[in-house]
């Protein structure tokens, strides 16, 4: 049994016939490869963006249903890491921001995204009010994560900051219900 396979493995090495194929195994492969670990690393983003969205819809359903308690910043924080599941270092990379509006004469928010940045020093929330009876408020979540490849420009084109993170952001309307 052994003579045979020894005999199998020399005629395979003799031959010559699949040398072509070879060539185009070797241009093709890191292609296919590549291709294959860019889709998993935007799965992996999207993963996350789901994730985020649903710990702040569920964050968002709490808020609006309890108007009257009294809820604080590191609480919504809670329950939207709570909510967003394994997304990572949700605690320390999750910014929120929450402010009032009023819809007969609205404003939008800050345009650019409040994000943590750990390459910088510490700043402070830019704009985080609690809103009343019937109030209209905008609440925007920014969470930082390690991309799994960073091949700069290939699968998605992440904005990263001074540390290396980059950066993903979910937004919620609603308004407070009546108790």
Do not use: W
Not at 84 to 90: L, P, S, T
Not at 146 to 167: C, E, K
């Amino acid at each position: 049994m052994i003579t045979l396979a020894k005999k199998a493995m020399r005629r395979f090495r003799k031959e010559e016939d699949g040398s072509v194929f070879m060539i185009e195994f070797v241009i093709l492969m890191p292609v296919i490869f590549g291709m294959f670990v860019m889709s998993f690393d935007m799965s992996m983003y999207s993963l996350r963006q789901v994730q985020l969205d649903r710990g702040l819809d569920n964050a968002v359903r709490y808020i609006r249903l309890n108007t009257r308690s009294n809820i604080t910043h590191d609480q919504i924080k809670q329950m939207v890491c709570d909510g967003a599941g394994g997304v990572g270092d949700c605690a320390n990379t999750l910014r929120l921001e929450m402010v009032k509006v009023n819809p007969r004469n609205f404003t939008q928010m800050e345009p650019s995204v409040d994000c943590i940045d750990k390459s910088l020093p510490f700043k402070p929330e830019r704009g985080f009010t609690l809103g009343k009876q019937h109030d209209l408020m905008l609440l925007r979540a920014c969470m930082k994560f390690d991309p799994l490849i960073g091949l700069g420009g290939m699968g998605f084109n992440y904005t990263v900051d001074g540390s290396g993170q980059a950066s993903m952001y979910a937004f919620s309307a609603f308004v407070q219900e009546p108790s």
